[in-house]
């Protein structure tokens, strides 16, 4: 077995009117992601760095936003999809290490709750799961609130 590690990133635009989906749960707020999928940056971020690690491509290529099929698609499905392809790959997750960047709301009254959704979606300890979260200093389209972003770094052991 080698260690491996995977680095992932995903931004979506943000709106009035639309739900917003971090780590797998709703987080009440006026603004929400907008993107193919139901959005959810932290979810795509965790999926793009697992297939990295596993040298499998990235999530684009696996759920493209092209395909009616994942139109709208709750983000935890797509999760689940790459942990079933890590476990084809006999891939096993080390942790997961996340930073979401959002100027409102603050979220850490949620992580409890995204990591208990992203554990067992996972199948992996909610104590190998650690989600951060920092504002923009109002910089950037982070800082504007026109945007979200999430970046995620994960550990696997895969087979040689």
């Known amino acids: ?29 006026a603004k929400g992601s907008v993107g193919h999928s139901d959005a959810d940056v932290l979810i795509h971020a965790i999926c793009d760095a697992l ?5 499998l491509g990235d999530i684009g290529l696996h759920f493209p936003d092209t395909s009616q099929e994942f139109k709208g698609i709750d983000s935890k499905i797509l999760l689940a999809r790459v942990m079933d392809l890590m476990r ?6 080390g942790n ?8 409102k ?23 190998d799961i650690s ?10 389209y982070v800082g504007r609130e026109e945007g979200v972003a999430a970046y995620a ?5 895969k087979p040689r």
Do not use: Q, Y
């Not at 297939?51 to 040298?55: D, F």
């Not at 997961?96 to 100027?103: A, I, P, S």
């Not at 989600?131 to 950037?140: D, P, Q, R, S, V």
């Open 51 to 55: 297939l990295g690690a596993a040298n």
């Open 131 to 140: 989600i951060k979260a920092t504002t923009n200093e109002k910089l950037g």
């Open 96 to 103: 997961v290490d996340v930073t979401l960047c959002l100027e």
């Open 1 to 29: 077995m080698s260690f491996r590690v995977g680095f992932g990133f995903d931004v979506h635009r943000l709106s009035e009117g639309v739900d917003l989906w971090l780590g797998g749960i709703k987080v009440p707020h």
């Open 105 to 127: 709301p603050k979220i850490s009254p949620c992580i409890p709750d995204m990591k208990k959704a992203l554990a067992s979606v996972m199948n992996i300890g909610e104590d």
């Open 88 to 93: 084809k790959n006999r891939c096993r997750v």
């Open 153 to 157: 770094v994960v550990l696997i052991e």
